[in-house]
């Protein structure tokens, strides 16, 4: 890599960080013009999406560059999450992510065999010391790939601030063509309390759009009682790809003066499950529609709303009229507005708010004990945002656990009784969480004491289960005897059909060499220009082990000559 100067390296340290976001510093990560998959801030499982997804043409292998000179100063690779990731601090106190990445530049993919051979691991995280590894502004440090939690090729680009914050990297002066306007897809009134309704109705009410010529939507009259919130739902399409996308700002208005107002330029990944607060959780749960609420209800403390009055709350009077005015923008300013107009009554509530009640009733400020039967639960404080009943049952070794339409922002713990269970078979059982062809699926158990114990975030059906059985090894490019020396790669599919895949392990003549596990694939692959091997006889062996312990053995020889 070229050299920096050393000033360079002394301003990271020592530098002054400017209030001005720069607009000409970062570049591109990719060749060609910037085409998003997926934007800032857009609203996914449990979080919100903290850069920008590059399009890579469905490929990998794509020169991914640094956007800015600095120095690298964390390197990543897990199975799930990010993949392959690399971090680059700047001079002007920025850093710059890359993710997904199928490899490293020489440099750095060299740097990296040798930290995970001398571990021993394929997953590890490294943090080279401050100008062991310096990069240049449009210097190639990667390939884009598929690697991790990405559901197809794509590069996952950040900027974060000095404090780790994701920041839009729209906002540094980088462009994606965008000439279309946000796509609106629900709106829902939401009567707040039980002496409020909309038409008669104290619940939650999906309104009736009418688009008009020039693109914005009228809804349907409301005649309204009490306090409303509104919610919307809402996609981004940019002009280069058909991604449904996030949008970048909803601002709303009550007879011209604004209420409430969201932007989305950063947030700390300490709040992004806070997401879940913003939403219709139940809805989305329910009927896959994921709506924004346009107002702040209790815990929720989420950064990224700019204005409010009244938490965006309205409050209507009998015999008022207001004009409640939507405004949805894109980064580019791509406009679309929503008109809803308003009728304060006091008309009585023909269909009071629906609630489930049940004997369990949790506050979200306290702490909550359940047990019956083999099974305990411990719901603590903040796990919730809302008092709320929940039904909770056991039926023999299976816990009811409420229904997922209820987010839950803390562990809760799950514990059940091993009392019975003698020691040597209390190795292979694990609580499981039931998905909803009621498959059970391994949750991370550990035993303390004479429990078994989980915490989850999730709702939802729980069973104790046992995994007796080993994981699978298939080798897929070789066999016993054969020779590899015109192959690169050595290729093996390893499963588990329970508990599933915790670790693994190959050598070669006694030797430790690296694979690289793909979970989406089951694939296991050894890179033989890594030149571990180098004899012409190699005895292979490979230890598989899934979450409770069983383990399956796989030995074989095969033959290789070294060709290049």
């Known amino acids: ?123 590890i995280e490294l943090f080279p010391t401050q100008g062991e590894l310096r990069v240049s502004k449009g210097e190639i440090i990667a390939y884009s790939g598929n690697t991790g939690g990405s559901a197809g090729p794509h590069l996952h680009f950040e900027i974060r601030d000095k404090n780790a914050r994701p920041m839009n990297p729209l906002l540094f002066g980088l462009v994606a063509k965008d000439t279309r306007k946000p796509i609106i897809q629900e709106l829902i009134a939401y009567p707040i309390g039980n002496q409020s309704a909309i038409n008669k109705d104290g619940n939650p009410t999906s309104l009736r759009l ?23 739902g809402t996609i981004d399409q940019l002009d280069l790809a058909n991604n449904k996308n996030g949008i970048y700002s909803i601002t709303t208005t009550v007879n011209g003066e604004t209420n409430f107002e969201i932007k989305m330029n950063k947030f700390s990944f300490a709040e992004t499950r806070y997401l879940n607060r913003m939403i219709d959780y139940g809805l989305y749960k329910d009927k896959r529609k994921r709506v924004q609420k346009l107002f702040i209800e209790k815990n929720n403390p989420l950064s990224i709303y700019t204005k409010e009055k009244d938490n965006g709350l309205l409050n209507v009077s009998n015999g008022l009229s207001y004009q409640y005015h939507i405004s949805l923008k894109d980064f580019e300013g791509n406009e679309t507005k929503i008109t809803i107009p308003i009728t304060g009554t006091n008309d009585s509530i023909l269909s009071p708010r629906k609630i489930k009640e049940t004997e369990d009733y949790v506050y979200s400020d306290q702490g909550y004990s359940f047990n019956e039967g083999k099974f305990e639960v411990y719901i603590p404080k903040g796990a919730l945002y809302d008092d709320t009943f929940i039904n909770l049952t056991v039926s023999g070794d299976k816990l009811f656990l409420h229904e997922d339409v209820v987010p839950v922002h803390k562990n809760i713990i799950v514990s059940y009784d091993l009392s019975d269970y003698k020691e040597d078979d209390r190795e292979k059982l694990y609580l499981g969480r039931h998905n909803w062809k009621d498959d059970i699926y391994y949750v991370r158990s550990r035993i303390v004491g004479d429990k078994l114990q989980i915490g989850t975030r999730t709702f939802g059906t729980y069973s104790l289960a046992k995994d007796t059985a080993p994981p699978k090894i298939e080798p897929k490019n070789f066999k016993k005897g054969k020779w590899m020396s015109k192959y690169r790669y050595l290729t093996l599919k390893i499963s588990d059909q329970d508990s599933g895949i915790k670790g693994y392990r190959a050598t070669v003549n006694g030797k430790f060499i690296l694979l690289e596990y793909d ?18 006889k190699n005895d292979f062996k490979l230890v598989v082990t899934d979450n409770v312990g069983n383990s399956a053995i796989f030995e074989t020889t095969f033959f290789r000559k070294d060709i290049r």
């Open 519 to 536: 979970p989406k694939t089951n694939i296991l692959t050894h890179d033989f220009n890594d030149g571990i091997i180098k004899d012409v």
């Open 1 to 123: 890599m070229r050299s920096l100067f050393i000033l360079f390296f002394i301003l990271v340290s020592g530098i002054v960080f400017c209030q001005e976001i720069p607009k000409n510093y970062f570049v591109n990560p990719l060749d060609g013009a910037m085409i998003i998959a997926g934007t800032f801030g857009e609203l996914r499982s449990n979080h919100f999406h903290s850069g920008l997804d590059l399009k890579t043409e469905r490929r990998e292998g794509l020169p991914v560059y640094a956007s800015a000179s600095g120095i690298v100063t964390r390197i990543k690779i897990s199975h799930y999450g990010y993949g392959k990731a690399i971090y680059i601090l700047h001079p002007n106190g920025y850093t710059t992510v890359y993710a997904h990445l199928k490899n490293f530049c020489p440099e750095i993919e060299d740097y990296v065999k040798a930290a995970q051979y001398k571990k021993e691991s394929f997953e």
């Open 210 to 232: 009418t688009q008009k010529k020039d693109g914005n939507y009228q809804a349907e009259s409301v005649n309204a009682t009490g306090t409303l919130g509104f919610a919307v």
